[in-house]
């Protein structure tokens, strides 16, 4: 989702989307993405000068989060998304303040 280099450290932030949620991410667009980036932004400023973890240092867990990241070293994806049914695009708006999600315009309870 994200990559941020702060000095000589760098956050590479990614999204584990479940199975069930595939469909509404590959159909939808939100300002989800957005919250989400700028909350793992700020954590990362205010962890960058704590002590690293010490299982995110082992040398297995450099070969897998190598680059690139995702794809084979030939730039084939890992993950095939043309398998994911298509349907008419969704926007997905969420406000934090008012603590409300909407899809295309609706209240979300609505939806369902």
Do not use: C, H, Y
């Not at 990614?14 to 300002?31: A, G, I, Y």
């Not at 989400?36 to 297995?60: G, H, M, S, V």
């Not at 043309?82 to 926007?91: C, D, F, G, L, Q």
Request: net charge neutral; charged share 35%.
């Amino acid at each position: 989702m994200d990559i941020q280099k702060i000095s000589d450290k760098t956050q590479v932030f990614l999204l584990n989307v479940p199975d069930n949620s595939l469909t509404l991410f590959k159909n939808s667009s939100s300002n989800l993405e957005e919250e989400i980036i700028e909350k793992a932004q700020k954590r990362f400023r205010e962890k960058i000068d704590l002590p690293l973890i010490p299982e995110l240092q082992t040398e297995n867990w450099k070969e897998r989060t190598k680059s690139p990241l995702g794809m084979t070293d030939d730039g084939i994806l890992f993950f095939d998304d043309s398998k994911i049914k298509t349907e008419s695009p969704k926007r997905i708006e969420i406000n934090t303040a008012k603590k409300t999600i909407e899809i295309n315009k609706k209240p979300w309870w609505k939806i369902w």
